[in-house]
């Protein structure tokens, strides 16, 4: 068929599977276990109350939600972009930076989703390996590039590197856009953002998905200097000016709003504990398992082979992760759920293990 000889081929980006059913433990996917902030659940009910809103095209702007993330960030609304989710904030900011002949540059082990968005619209890409830890060696990004893409932490490895060498990173590329996809980095680590003052070409991502728990509600943001900025939006207006339902806005711009502020942090507060109690416990289970700076845990056995404990957790049903690429193929990525959803974690893995 000749026709195939003309269309736009890609090896697409798999997610997580999304179960459905009842006692259905699911690790799988980094999700949040706590509901989203009460300012959520009111904003909901006012949209459930206005369903004649749906007759208008959205604010193509955003502005309700720019404006919220503008307070609660102290950041200027020029310097945010937002999208749905910050999967399209990415593929937008792909699309918009990455424009050269040289390859964009991002580890071998990170979020698959950037090598297919880089086959997606052709861009050259070289991938540079982590080194034999999982961390990351900021001397490896000091060569020539068309652009470089960090997750900070990173995933699925849940390290952190210090903010300092993603400055110095930063620092030795001006001729190249940096992008900082900080999806987990409310659950550790220091933002960059405070650097898009000083760095033209820094972009900083982040997504209300996994620390505000709104992966359903699809708000991702993006920010950057002025001008970066406003070369996004040139493409993204270029392409579909109202990607974000005006719900996702309104629900969007309560979730960032301050008074939600104290919830929020609460419930990374929980998490955080949760993960630690999570890593001692499996550490005394024999599971090598790397000092996470996210709600997940990156984790192998080492007399145990992952793909069994994933297969026989599975029959369990509780779903984690595991990846069937290169280097990783021996370990498990494990959301961190609520305390309760743990213990039959560990339960059920006492039992896989023989412990
Ligand atoms: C989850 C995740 C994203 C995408 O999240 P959205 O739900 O699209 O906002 C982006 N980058 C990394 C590293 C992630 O883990």
Same mark, same amino acid.
């Given at each position: 068929?000749?026709?195939?000889?003309?269309?736009?081929?890609?090896?697409?980006?798999?997610?997580?599977?999304?179960? $459905?059913?009842? /006692? =259905? =433990?699911?690790?799988? +996917?980094?999700?949040?276990?706590?509901?989203? *902030?009460?300012?959520?659940?009111?904003?909901?009910?006012?949209?459930?109350?206005?369903?004649?809103?749906?007759?208008?095209?959205?604010?193509?702007?955003?502005?309700?939600? +720019?404006?919220?993330?503008?307070?609660?960030?102290?950041?200027?609304?020029?310097?945010?972009?937002?999208?749905?989710?910050?999967?399209?904030?990415?593929?937008?900011?792909?699309?918009?930076? #990455?424009?050269?002949?040289?390859?964009?540059?991002?580890? /071998?082990?990170?979020?698959?989703?950037?090598?297919?968005?880089?086959?997606? %619209?052709?861009?050259?890409?070289?991938?540079?390996?982590?080194?034999?830890? %999982?961390?990351?060696?900021?001397?490896?990004?000091?060569?020539?590039?068309?652009?470089?893409?960090?997750?900070?932490?990173?995933?699925?490895?849940?390290?952190?590197?210090? $903010?300092?060498?993603?400055?110095?990173?930063?620092?030795?590329?001006?001729?190249?856009?940096?992008?900082?996809?900080?999806?987990?980095?409310?659950?550790?680590?220091?933002?960059? !953002?405070?650097?898009?003052?000083?760095?033209?070409?820094?972009?900083?991502?982040?997504?209300?998905?996994?620390?505000?728990?709104?992966?359903?509600?699809?708000?991702?943001?993006?920010?950057?200097?002025?001008?970066?900025?406003?070369?996004?939006?040139?493409?993204?207006?270029?392409?579909?000016?109202?990607?974000?339902?005006?719900?996702?806005?309104?629900?969007?711009?309560? *979730?960032?709003?301050?008074? /939600?502020?104290?919830?929020?942090?609460?419930?990374?507060?929980?998490?955080?504990?949760?993960?630690?109690?999570?890593?001692?416990?499996?550490?005394?289970?024999? %599971?090598?398992?790397?000092?996470?700076?996210?709600? #997940?845990?990156?984790?192998?056995?080492?007399?145990?082979?992952?793909?069994?404990? %994933?297969?026989?957790?599975?029959?369990?049903?509780?779903? $984690?992760?595991?990846?069937?690429?290169?280097?990783?193929?021996?370990?498990?990525?494990? +959301? $961190?759920?609520?305390?309760?959803?743990?213990?039959?974690?560990?339960? *059920? !893995?006492?039992?896989?293990?023989?412990?």
């Amino acid at each position: 068929m000749s026709w195939e000889n003309n269309i736009r081929k890609v090896v697409p980006y798999v997610p997580g599977e999304q179960p $459905v059913g009842e /006692d =259905i =433990i699911k690790l799988n +996917t980094n999700e949040n276990p706590y509901p989203p *902030a009460p300012g959520v659940e009111a904003a909901l009910r006012e949209v459930a109350d206005e369903y004649a809103i749906m007759r208008k095209y959205p604010d193509p702007d955003a502005g309700l939600l +720019t404006h919220a993330l503008s307070d609660f960030y102290g950041v200027p609304e020029e310097s945010i972009f937002v999208g749905v989710g910050s999967d399209d904030v990415l593929a937008m900011s792909f699309m918009t930076f #990455f424009d050269s002949d040289k390859p964009v540059l991002f580890a /071998d082990i990170t979020y698959s989703f950037y090598e297919v968005w880089a086959d997606l %619209f052709r861009i050259p890409h070289k991938l540079i390996p982590l080194r034999g830890d %999982f961390s990351i060696d900021p001397e490896s990004y000091m060569q020539l590039n068309g652009g470089i893409v960090i997750a900070n932490p990173n995933a699925p490895t849940s390290l952190y590197l210090d $903010v300092s060498d993603i400055e110095r990173i930063i620092a030795a590329n001006p001729d190249s856009v940096v992008i900082v996809d900080e999806a987990y980095i409310d659950f550790g680590g220091t933002s960059a !953002l405070p650097m898009i003052d000083k760095y033209d070409n820094l972009l900083v991502v982040q997504t209300f998905s996994k620390s505000r728990s709104m992966a359903g509600a699809r708000v991702g943001v993006a920010f950057g200097s002025p001008k970066l900025i406003a070369y996004l939006k040139d493409v993204k207006f270029s392409f579909n000016s109202y990607t974000m339902s005006q719900d996702a806005i309104r629900i969007g711009a309560a *979730a960032a709003s301050l008074s /939600d502020r104290d919830y929020f942090e609460d419930v990374v507060r929980r998490i955080i504990a949760t993960r630690d109690d999570a890593t001692a416990r499996l550490r005394a289970m024999g %599971f090598k398992v790397i000092d996470s700076s996210t709600n #997940f845990l990156f984790v192998t056995h080492p007399g145990h082979r992952a793909s069994d404990i %994933f297969e026989a957790l599975r029959e369990r049903r509780i779903y $984690v992760r595991y990846f069937n690429k290169p280097r990783i193929d021996d370990h498990l990525r494990i +959301t $961190v759920g609520t305390p309760e959803e743990m213990e039959s974690l560990y339960t *059920a !893995l006492a039992d896989i293990l023989g412990a």
